[in-house]
């Protein structure tokens, strides 16, 4: 409705501004139709357009116009028909206080006395009829203009009152993601305080056992390339486990930004499982807050991991989209899929953690998937920026 009334208004504008030279092109065709051509005619309407669109608004341009008005209807009685209308609205317009009405009544009296063809007769009725018939025509205009301006002026209080409440909306939703956030941080520090403990009693020491008997089994040539990557993917996995006993972001967020980090993690993956993997950026590119990113990062990282698990993919793609209110991470595989009717609403292991990491960030995660079609992975976020401090 709002969009139609601001529609509706800027036709007027245009129509209002173009008024003047239609009312002035209407009486000087209808003068040369009835009246024949006339060259001081043609001179007048000529400097008339031109004042119209020349001289500033002002005082100095209503008694101008005034004036070409009064010298046009000495040329014919239709420029008081037509054109005489502009000096009541442009009186209006540009005048103020008192002078509006001095510039309608001086239209009014050059009007009345065209019509009449000449000065009232020195008569006290001629004298009473032209000033009644003057009076008339600026109370009339008085009046409609002064209900139009009401009408504008009710306008303008509208556009400010949506503009008001549209600022306040944009501050409201930035301040709803935030406690979003603030609230999800404050939520997670008692589960992160007794999951810290027992990642460390058992991952942490678990990854070290790796660690010693991946390293003793290093002497064996044959495996030595799949030995190295297990031994670097336990360090990873330990360092990660130390990262989360401190609750500290993860180490890729930490040295590089979100999509640097999304790359590193694709190319790695990539290299370990010998699978074609592409990361594609959409957007403009802005820092998250950083429960975002690291939302983000995991969920790719968790997918990733049932791709190269379950899916037995030959390529796998991710796209990285900023957009104004969301960001979203899309992963497609053209694996095996899955039946998502048959593993149930919440999935594995896997998907359930995925799902719930997304929702703690008031996110959605949408997941498609067909037995030998593949599987798509779509996890949408608020686009909460980095807070200033």
Known sequence: MTGRLDRWERLLERQLAAAPYVLLGTSAVLSLLTDGTSWVMLALVALAAGWIWLVPRGVVYVAGLVVLIAALCTQGLWFASF????????????????????????????????????PPDPTPNGIFTFLFFTAAIVALVGLFSFVGEITAERSAERKRMV??????????????????????????????????????DTLAQGLTGIITQLQAAHRTEEWRRHVDNAIGLARESLAEARRSVHA?????LAAAPLPDALAQVVDR??????????????????PMHPEVE???????QEALANA?????????????????DVVTLDVRDDGAGFDPERVGDGGGFGLTSMRKRVGRVAGTLEIESEPGFGTAISASVPAVVVPHG
């Open 269 to 286: 993956w990539g290299e370990l499982n010998g699978v074609r993997a592409d990361l594609t950026i959409t957007g403009t590119v802005r």
């Open 163 to 200: 503009a008001q409440l549209e600022a306040a909306m944009k501050e409201n939703a930035g301040l709803h993601a935030q406690l979003l956030v603030q609230a999800r941080e404050a939520g997670v520090l008692d589960e992160r305080q007794r999951m810290a403990a027992e990642i460390h």
């Open 294 to 300: 690291e939302t983000l990062l995991r969920t790719a």
């Open 83 to 118: 054109f005489g209308f502009v000096g009541y609205l442009h009186s209006w317009q540009y005048l103020r206080g008192k002078w509006r009405f001095a510039g309608v009544s001086a239209t009014a009296a050059i009007s009345v006395a065209t019509y009449n063809g000449g």
């Open 248 to 252: 500290v972001g993860p180490g890729q």
């Open 308 to 324: 190269a698990k379950h899916a037995g993919a030959s390529r796998v793609g991710l796209t990285l989209s900023y957009m104004e």
